[in-house]
């Protein structure tokens, strides 16, 4: 084995509720968007009734009550969402364990004080560095969730990157 075959590095933590909403919005953020950009027209669809042609009749009152209609209802979405996602979090007891990471140059192994999986590089679809986490796909909805503040120092991050890079595919 060589030194590089060797290395192994620890991330350790208990992924807390903010971290998780984090990977929501990343994961969700697409249908967040198309929702808040299909909100405005719909609303001044049935505000107007279906007299599309008919829209620039409307007065600056009529705008600010579509535009506030509109702002409630995305409003509504997200804490909608917020309400699911927290439930979620809530009833997942292995999210909510303290989960060890041993990242190698091979693969990943995630332990909790029931479970331990190992996962290849080449069993994640993807992998996403945001500005405080990792996010490891298994599958368009499932991720292993690493955030940097489970890192040791900034040189096992700066390791852990250059994992990521050598086993790009």
């Known amino acids: 084995m060589n030194q590089k075959e060797s290395k192994e590095i620890t991330a350790k933590g208990s992924l807390a509720f903010a971290q998780y909403m984090k990977f929501i919005m990343y994961r969700q953020r697409k249908t967040f968007s198309i929702v808040s950009i299909v909100s405005l027209p719909m609303f001044i669809v049935l505000y107007n009734g279906l007299d599309i042609i008919n829209v620039h009749y409307l007065s600056i009152f009529d705008y600010i009550l579509v535009l506030l209609s509109s702002l409630i209802y995305v409003l509504l979405i997200l ?14 007891s292995l999210i909510r364990q303290e989960m060890t990471y041993i990242l190698t140059s091979n693969s990943i192994r995630q332990v909790t004080q029931k479970v331990t999986a190992t996962y290849y590089w080449n069993d994640f679809i993807t992998i996403k560095e945001q500005k405080d986490l990792f996010l ?8 292993i969730i690493i955030p940097k503040t489970f890192f040791k120092n900034t040189e096992d991050i700066r390791q852990f990157k250059q994992f990521l890079k050598d086993n790009k595919k």
């Not at 804490?79 to 997942?92: A, I, Q, S, T, V």
């Open 136 to 143: 490891l796909y298994l599958s368009k909805t499932r991720a």
């Open 79 to 92: 804490l909608g969402m917020f309400f699911k996602f927290f439930r979620e979090y809530k009833n997942d």
